[in-house]
């Protein structure tokens, strides 16, 4: 099956428009495999977890045989022979296996990236393929070690004793009835026929019922050495799956003697049944070597049953999930978000200019104009879910990464998430996901300490960190909590001063804990592989702030730290306050708006000659005048701002001057510097419903501005 010859411009089946298909669903069945042999419990393998992971790895062998990548067909081959002997209860599960089988699962991740045309040399793989057939075996692998669990059971294969490896027999060709229908286009049939044309390899195929179709249904006789799962694989590709079916060849079609699948002259079938000998699911016909094989033909000897049908009842709801979801591209997505971005634009356009009609009057265009809205803002939410993506397929991918961090440094942690299920734009998720990689890994290296300090501090030995997601108002709160050793006050505050960083004792702890954020500050006392060099804390910092993000510590010295991730919803529309400055409107985010108040003249301070502050409630803020900060004209240049804005962002506040507030409205954020430059204390636009651009502020600019 590797020489595939496809006729790119002919009237031939071109299998590379099925690529894509084919790479997404193997991505989905290794991360699925993965996160399943993550889970799994060594001590008590449950049937079902071994028969999932079985089913992920044989999809993805299916589909790279059907294509020709013979590496990855090969490698997964192997993983499916000791994956078959595990679920049969043949070997007994061991973390070894876990390790081996993780590591084949990136090995395969690197193959298909480089099959999809990301470059780079063929993976070598020998060591890999060794040692899973000698744990296929049964052969004795010694515990493999933390830095290269695959070298190390493949060293262990070449010191095991040989053995003599079980071949598989050879597939020779074999005669089947293939079915297809009933089919609403007989086309879909032709297709099957052309396939096989296309791809020599899969044997021959000629019609049993002259090429026209009964009862809605083709037949065919099919000759071919693949086996009855490959076959299946690639058909879906063409039709659907419950539409095909498998069938042994019986003497009714009037097939010579020894004929592929005519049965034998000296032994003619039982004419009530019509089976040949060594037919699958024949009783008594399958020599005890091959029993596994027939178990697997039987299952499509007869009537092929949908995948999802045969799904435990625990796993229907999954299964029916993943047939009724849609894969579409995202540029598709964020086109149809930036359509309804301008309808929505719209709409405020025409409620702005209709304000000052009668109603009396133009009551069905009064009523047509409120169904807009009403219709407009629903639409604009049931696009802007479409995006929203769970924080589970953020949360996927630390587990590994802790094991395998955990183990390199000898340490014991359970990984905890609570409020997977909680919701995130996608444009944030790529943005956050490394951030929360270095928090994750911090917790683990810096945070946990090692066993025997646990034990000697009266805790358990192993460490547990927690990463949780949760909505609080019109933000996402993400932390990341471990239950370790926490921060030391006094040791970041010397650190500080080592630096020469102002750090007096007076700081408060959230002072204190947000040295750490600090660029090239680190805690560490050795510089390892893991971390110490200083590098991190603060690029999280920034990348968390650039999406409208804050980051908070809380943090008790011996019992653990917490850092807590705030962040929008989305970045595509937002809540925001449009406030007033002379003939100008600015848009100030409603999450970091606190409260606003009048003020007159004499309530604000002078200090130091040129800063100005307010007093609220007895604390003392900055004042900025949005006026002077951005030039304004103002036609009536005696009137002064009389109204004051606090906003927070950052750990601080700011009161901001304004004239006057003009209400809260959803607003679709447009990006000024893709479409402009970029621009001080902004951080986006938006078009309001007059037509006119108003500015988005950023509040966590103007507070950094405030403190220098």
Avoid at 325 to 352: H, P, W, Y
């Amino acid at each position: 099956m590797s020489d595939m010859n496809t006729d790119h411009g002919g009237a031939g089946i071109d299998l590379s428009q099925f690529y894509q298909v084919f790479f997404e669903e193997a991505g989905e069945n290794l991360e699925r495999m993965e996160q399943q042999l993550l889970a799994i419990d060594i001590e008590a393998a449950d049937d079902e977890e071994l028969n999932s992971i079985f089913r992920c790895a044989h999809s993805v062998k299916g589909g790279a045989a059907t294509f020709g990548f013979a590496d990855v067909a090969e490698l997964t081959h192997q993983m499916e022979t000791l994956l078959d002997r595990l679920r049969r209860h043949e070997l007994t599960p061991t973390a070894p296996m876990v390790d081996v089988l993780l590591q084949a699962g990136d090995a395969l991740r690197s193959q298909l990236a480089r099959h999809q045309g990301a470059g780079g040399d063929p993976v070598d793989t020998a060591e890999l393929l060794s040692a899973i057939r000698a744990m296929g075996a049964g052969q004795a692998a010694p515990p493999v070690a933390k830095a290269a669990p695959a070298a190390v059971a493949a060293a262990a294969v070449a010191a095991a004793p040989k053995k003599a490896e079980p071949v598989a027999p050879a597939q020779t060709a074999r005669g089947l009835e293939l079915r297809v229908g009933p089919l609403s286009d007989p086309k879909d049939a032709d297709n099957l026929v052309d396939l096989f044309k296309e791809i020599p390899d899969l044997g021959t195929i000629e019609p049993l019922d002259g090429g026209q179709a009964s009862d809605g249904m083709r037949r065919f006789k099919v000759v071919t050495n693949s086996s009855d799962s490959d076959l299946l694989d690639l058909f879906t590709f063409h039709v659907a799956r419950e539409a095909v079916s498998l069938l042994p060849l019986t003497s009714g079609f009037g097939f010579h003697d020894g004929a592929p699948g005519a049965p034998p002259a000296e032994n003619p079938p039982d004419p009530g049944f019509g089976f040949f000998d060594g037919a699958p699911g024949l009783p008594g016909s399958t020599p005890a070597a091959s029993q596994a094989s027939a178990r697997e033909e039987s299952a499509t000897a007869t009537t092929v049953v949908p995948r999802a049908a045969v799904a435990k009842p625990e796993k229907a709801a999954s299964a029916a999930l993943e047939a009724s979801t849609l894969r579409v591209s995202v540029e598709k997505v964020d086109q149809l978000i930036n359509l309804v971005g301008e309808l929505v634009i719209t709409q405020a356009m025409l409620a702005q200019n209709s304000k000052h009609i009668d109603t009396a009057l133009y009551q069905q265009l009064a009523a047509g104009l409120a169904n807009l809205d009403r219709n407009t803002r629903d639409l604009q939410e049931s696009v802007m879910s479409i995006r929203m993506i769970p924080m589970a397929t953020v949360f996927s991918r630390f587990p590994r990464m802790l094991r395998d961090l955990a183990t390199k440094l000898g340490k014991k942690v359970e990984f905890v998430t609570q409020g997977e299920a909680t919701e995130l734009d996608k444009g944030l998720v790529e943005k956050i996901t490394d951030p929360l990689t270095h928090l994750v890994r911090n917790s683990c290296d810096h945070g946990i300490e090692m066993p025997a300090d646990r034990l000697a501090n009266g805790k358990s030995e192993h460490g547990t960190i927690t990463l949780s997601a949760s909505h609080q108002g019109g933000s996402i709160v993400i932390e990341v909590r471990d239950d370790g050793r926490g921060l030391s006050r006094q040791k970041l505050i010397n650190k500080a001063r080592q630096r020469g960083i102002d750090a007096p004792d007076s700081m408060t702890d959230a002072e204190v804990w947000g040295l750490i954020f600090e660029p090239g500050f680190s805690t560490a006392d050795v510089v390892t592989d893991v971390s110490g060099r200083g590098v991190g804390m603060d690029v999280v910092k920034k990348n968390i702030t650039a999406v409208g993000g804050t980051v908070e510590i809380e943090s008790a010295e011996g019992y653990g730290m917490r850092v807590s991730v705030r962040l929008p919803l989305t970045l595509a529309i937002m809540d925001g306050m449009s406030v007033g400055i002379g003939d100008e409107v600015y848009i100030l985010p409603l999450s970091s708006v606190v409260e606003s108040f009048q003020v007159s003249q004499h309530t604000i301070k002078t200090i130091g000659g040129s800063g100005r502050v307010v007093e609220v409630r007895g604390d003392y803020m900055p004042v900025m005048d949005l006026e002077q900060l951005f030039n304004v004209p103002r036609a009536d240049a005696e009137k002064a701002a009389a109204i004051m804005v606090v906003v927070e962002a950052d750990g601080g506040r700011v009161a901001l001057l304004v004239d006057e507030l003009l209400g809260q409205q959803q607003v679709v954020v447009k990006n000024l510097e893709a479409n402009y430059r970029k621009v001080d204390d902004v951080s986006g636009a938006t078009i309001m419903g007059d037509g006119r651009v108003a500015l988005i502020l950023d509040v966590g600019s103007m507070v950094r501005r405030s403190r220098h």
